[in-house]
C-alpha cells in the first residue's frame, strides 16, 4: 500500500508538473517581453523578504506532521483530530503575528530595493504579497494532513486546473493591461478559490475535521513537540539565511535587476526541481510510515535506494542543465538575460549539493531528528551570510553563490549524514561519504564527457540544436548509469519495485484481460 500511495503520488504530481512548466516558460516569456527584467526582480526580492515569515512559525507545522504518522497508520481518529485541531490554532495566531511583522517590515523596504525609477503602487504590491502567505498559513493543517496520508494526489488534479487558469489568466491579463498590479490581483483571487475548492475536498476526505469535539493530546505527545520546535526554530533560522537571502543581498549590493537576470535561472532551476519533487517527495511521503512501522535493516535498505534516485535524478539534471541552460535562455528571452559562464557552473554545483542532500535530509525529518543538529543550523546560516557578504565584495555578484557553497561543504554535509547513522541506521557513516565522493566524481567526468560530444556533434542554439543535445544526454548518461548500477542491491530493488507497480496497475490488469 505505501508504494502504491509513493506511486501514484509520484506520476500524478510529474504528469501536472510537466503541464505547469510549459505554461510557466510561456507566462514568464510573455511577462520578460511585456514588463521587464526590474519587475522580475521585484517579484523574486518581495518573496524572498516575506519568506523570513517561516521563522516565526518555528517548526511546529514539520512537527506536528512528524506526530501524525503514527496515528494515520493506526487511525487513531481522536489524535489525529486533536493534532490537526494544534495545528490550526498555532497557524491562526501564527498568521495574525505575520500581519503585524509584514506592516513593521513595510518601511525598509526601500533600502534593500535598487530601482532605476519607483514603482508605482509598491504599498498595495507588499500586501498582496502578504496576503497570500497569510492564505496558505491558514489553511496549512489541512494539506499537512492529507500529505501526512500519503493522499496528496488527492488534490493534484485541482491543483492543476487552477494552475493552468492562473498562469493563463496572468498571461491574458498582462497582453491586455501591462499592468504589475493587475497581474497580481488576478493571481490572488484564484488563489483565495482555490484553496476553498480545496478545502471542500479536504473536507469529505476527511468528514471528522469538522467534529467541535475537544481531543487532548498525550502529555508524551506535547513534549516531544515542544522539543522539536525549540529545535526546527534554529532549523528555520538556518535555511532561511541559506536559502533566502540571495536575492536581498544581491538587490542591495548590485541592483534589483540584477535579481531579475538571476530569477530566470533559479526559474527554470525551480521548474526542474518541481519535477523531480513529487519523485522525491512521494518516497518521502512514505518514509514517514516507513520508520513508524518497520526495522531500521530495512529503513536502512531503502534509504540505499532513495540515496541512489537522489544520485541518478540530480547527476543527470546538474549534468544537462549545465550543457543545455545557456542554449535555452537564448532561444527562450535572449542573450541579455545570460550571466557568466562561471556563475552558472557555481549554481550548479549548489544545486547538486541540495539535491544529493534529500535522501539523507528527508530520513532525518521524518525520523523526527530536529534536536541533534540545531546548533549546527543556525551556524551554517550565519556561515553562507557572512561569506556571501565577504565574497560578494572582492567576487563581485559570484560571491553570493560561492557562500552558499562554502557554509554547505562545511556544515550540513557533514553534519547531517551523522546524525542520521549514528541515532536512525545505528551504522558507520565512513559508507555514506564514500559512496558520496564516487557519486561526484562520476557526474564530473560524465558532465565534460557529455559536454564535448555534444560540442563535437551539435552547434547552434536553435530548438532544434537543444532538443538534439538533449537526446544525447538522456541517452548516454543514463545507459552508463545502467552499465554501472544494474548489478547492484539498489538498483535490482528498484527495478523489481517498478515491475511489481506496472503489474499490479489497473491498465495493465485491463490489458491481460483483453488478450
Same mark, same amino acid.
Request: charged share 15%.
Given at each position: 500500500?505505501?508504494?502504491?500511495?509513493? +506511486?501514484?503520488?509520484?506520476?500524478?504530481?510529474?504528469?501536472?508538473?510537466?503541464?505547469?512548466?510549459?505554461?510557466?516558460?510561456?507566462?514568464?516569456?510573455?511577462?520578460?517581453?511585456?514588463?521587464?527584467?526590474?519587475?522580475?526582480?521585484?517579484?523574486?526580492?518581495?518573496?524572498?523578504?516575506?519568506?523570513?515569515?517561516? +521563522?516565526?512559525?518555528?517548526?511546529?507545522?514539520?512537527?506536528?506532521?512528524?506526530?501524525?504518522?503514527?496515528?494515520?497508520?493506526?487511525?487513531?481518529?481522536?489524535?489525529?483530530?486533536?493534532?490537526?485541531?494544534?495545528?490550526?490554532?498555532?497557524?491562526?495566531?501564527?498568521?495574525?503575528?505575520? &500581519?503585524?511583522?509584514?506592516? /513593521?517590515?513595510?518601511?525598509?523596504?526601500?533600502?534593500?530595493?535598487?530601482?532605476?525609477?519607483?514603482?508605482?503602487?509598491?504599498?498595495?504590491?507588499?500586501?498582496?504579497?502578504?496576503?497570500?502567505?497569510?492564505?496558505?498559513?491558514?489553511?496549512?493543517?489541512?494539506?499537512?494532513?492529507?500529505?501526512?496520508?500519503?493522499?496528496?494526489?488527492?488534490?493534484?488534479?485541482?491543483?492543476?486546473?487552477?494552475?493552468?487558469?492562473?498562469?493563463?489568466?496572468?498571461?491574458?491579463?498582462?497582453?491586455?493591461?501591462?499592468?504589475?498590479?493587475?497581474?497580481?490581483?488576478?493571481?490572488?483571487?484564484?488563489?483565495?478559490?482555490?484553496?476553498?475548492?480545496?478545502?471542500?475536498?479536504?473536507?469529505?476526505?476527511?468528514?471528522?475535521?469538522?467534529?467541535?469535539?475537544?481531543?487532548?493530546?498525550?502529555?508524551?505527545?506535547?513534549?516531544?513537540?515542544?522539543?522539536?520546535?525549540?529545535?526546527?526554530?534554529?532549523?528555520?533560522?538556518?535555511?532561511?539565511?541559506?536559502?533566502?537571502?540571495?536575492?536581498?543581498?544581491? =538587490?542591495?549590493?548590485?541592483?534589483?535587476?540584477?535579481?531579475?537576470?538571476? =530569477?530566470?535561472?533559479?526559474?527554470?532551476?525551480?521548474?526542474?526541481?518541481?519535477?523531480?519533487?513529487?519523485?522525491?517527495?512521494?518516497?518521502?511521503?512514505?518514509?514517514?510510515? +516507513?520508520?513508524?512501522?518497520?526495522?531500521?535493516?530495512?529503513?536502512?535498505?531503502?534509504?540505499?535506494?532513495?540515496?541512489?534516485?537522489?544520485?541518478? &535524478?540530480?547527476?543527470?539534471?546538474?549534468?544537462?542543465?549545465?550543457?543545455?541552460?545557456?542554449?535555452?535562455?537564448?532561444?527562450?528571452?535572449?542573450?541579455?538575460?545570460?550571466?557568466?559562464?562561471?556563475?552558472?557552473?557555481?549554481?550548479? /554545483?549548489?544545486?547538486?549539493?541540495?539535491?544529493?542532500?534529500?535522501?539523507?535530509?528527508?530520513?532525518?525529518?521524518?525520523?523526527?531528528?530536529?534536536?541533534?543538529?540545531?546548533?549546527?543550523?543556525?551556524?551554517?546560516?550565519?556561515?553562507?551570510?557572512?561569506?556571501?557578504?565577504?565574497?560578494?565584495?572582492?567576487?563581485?555578484?559570484?560571491?553570493?553563490?560561492?557562500?552558499?557553497? /562554502?557554509?554547505?561543504?562545511?556544515?550540513?554535509?557533514?553534519?547531517?549524514?551523522?546524525?542520521?547513522?549514528?541515532?536512525?541506521?545505528?551504522?558507520?557513516?565512513?559508507?555514506?561519504?564514500?559512496?558520496?565522493?564516487?557519486?561526484?566524481?562520476?557526474?564530473?567526468?560524465?558532465?565534460?564527457?557529455?559536454?564535448?560530444?555534444?560540442? &563535437?556533434?551539435?552547434?547552434?542554439?536553435?530548438?532544434?540544436?537543444?532538443?538534439?543535445?538533449?537526446?544525447?544526454?538522456?541517452?548516454?548518461?543514463?545507459?552508463?548509469?545502467?552499465?554501472?548500477?544494474?548489478?547492484?542491491?539498489?538498483?535490482?530493488?528498484?527495478?523489481? =519495485?517498478?515491475?511489481?507497480?506496472?503489474?499490479?496497475?489497473?491498465?495493465?490488469?485491463?490489458?491481460?484481460?483483453?488478450?
Amino acid at each position: 500500500m505505501r508504494s502504491k500511495n509513493a +506511486l501514484k503520488n509520484i506520476s500524478i504530481s510529474i504528469f501536472s508538473q510537466i503541464i505547469i512548466i510549459l505554461l510557466g516558460f510561456l507566462s514568464r516569456k510573455v511577462f520578460v517581453d511585456s514588463l521587464g527584467a526590474e519587475y522580475l526582480g521585484i517579484n523574486g526580492l518581495l518573496t524572498n523578504i516575506l519568506s523570513m515569515m517561516v +521563522l516565526i512559525e518555528g517548526g511546529i507545522g514539520a512537527s506536528i506532521v512528524y506526530n501524525l504518522y503514527k496515528p494515520l497508520a493506526n487511525n487513531d481518529k481522536d489524535k489525529i483530530v486533536a493534532l490537526v485541531n494544534l495545528y490550526k490554532k498555532s497557524y491562526g495566531i501564527l498568521s495574525i503575528i505575520m &500581519i503585524a511583522i509584514s506592516i /513593521i517590515l513595510y518601511p525598509f523596504i526601500g533600502v534593500v530595493m535598487k530601482l532605476d525609477k519607483p514603482i508605482d503602487g509598491m504599498a498595495f504590491v507588499y500586501f498582496v504579497f502578504i496576503a497570500k502567505n497569510v492564505i496558505s498559513y491558514i489553511n496549512a493543517y489541512k494539506w499537512a494532513l492529507i500529505n501526512a496520508d500519503q493522499k496528496g494526489y488527492v488534490l493534484s488534479t485541482t491543483n492543476l486546473i487552477f494552475q493552468v487558469i492562473t498562469t493563463i489568466g496572468k498571461i491574458l491579463i498582462i497582453i491586455v493591461t501591462h499592468n504589475y498590479i493587475d497581474f497580481l490581483i488576478v493571481e490572488v483571487v484564484i488563489f483565495i478559490i482555490q484553496n476553498i475548492v480545496n478545502t471542500n475536498i479536504v473536507y469529505k476526505k476527511y468528514p471528522y475535521l469538522k467534529e467541535k469535539s475537544e481531543y487532548n493530546i498525550d502529555t508524551a505527545t506535547k513534549e516531544n513537540i515542544n522539543k522539536n520546535v525549540k529545535a526546527m526554530f534554529l532549523h528555520n533560522i538556518g535555511g532561511y539565511l541559506v536559502f533566502s537571502t540571495d536575492n536581498i543581498l544581491i =538587490s542591495t549590493f548590485i541592483s534589483v535587476k540584477a535579481v531579475g537576470l538571476y =530569477s530566470n535561472y533559479t526559474m527554470i532551476i525551480n521548474q526542474l526541481a518541481s519535477l523531480l519533487s513529487p519523485i522525491v517527495n512521494g518516497i518521502g511521503a512514505s518514509v514517514g510510515n +516507513l520508520i513508524a512501522t518497520e526495522d531500521e535493516n530495512k529503513t536502512y535498505n531503502i534509504f540505499k535506494v532513495s540515496f541512489l534516485i537522489s544520485f541518478w &535524478i540530480y547527476s543527470f539534471s546538474t549534468i544537462v542543465m549545465f550543457i543545455l541552460l545557456e542554449d535555452f535562455i537564448i532561444w527562450w528571452i535572449g542573450d541579455n538575460y545570460l550571466l557568466s559562464k562561471s556563475i552558472l557552473i557555481v549554481i550548479l /554545483i549548489n544545486f547538486y549539493l541540495n539535491g544529493m542532500q534529500n535522501a539523507i535530509g528527508t530520513f532525518k525529518n521524518k525520523a523526527g531528528l530536529f534536536v541533534q543538529d540545531r546548533y549546527i543550523m543556525v551556524f551554517n546560516g550565519i556561515l553562507n551570510l557572512i561569506a556571501s557578504l565577504v565574497f560578494i565584495k572582492y567576487f563581485g555578484f559570484i560571491g553570493v553563490f560561492l557562500g552558499t557553497t /562554502i557554509s554547505t561543504l562545511t556544515t550540513v554535509f557533514w553534519t547531517q549524514p551523522v546524525v542520521v547513522y549514528k541515532h536512525l541506521f545505528k551504522r558507520r557513516v565512513k559508507d555514506y561519504f564514500q559512496k558520496y565522493i564516487f557519486f561526484g566524481g562520476l557526474t564530473i567526468l560524465l558532465a565534460i564527457l557529455t559536454r564535448n560530444l555534444c560540442n &563535437i556533434l551539435i552547434s547552434g542554439s536553435d530548438i532544434i540544436s537543444i532538443i538534439a543535445k538533449g537526446v544525447i544526454c538522456t541517452v548516454l548518461i543514463n545507459t552508463i548509469y545502467i552499465m554501472i548500477f544494474y548489478k547492484s542491491q539498489e538498483f535490482k530493488y528498484l527495478l523489481k =519495485s517498478i515491475k511489481v507497480q506496472i503489474i499490479n496497475s489497473s491498465m495493465f490488469k485491463n490489458i491481460l484481460r483483453i488478450s
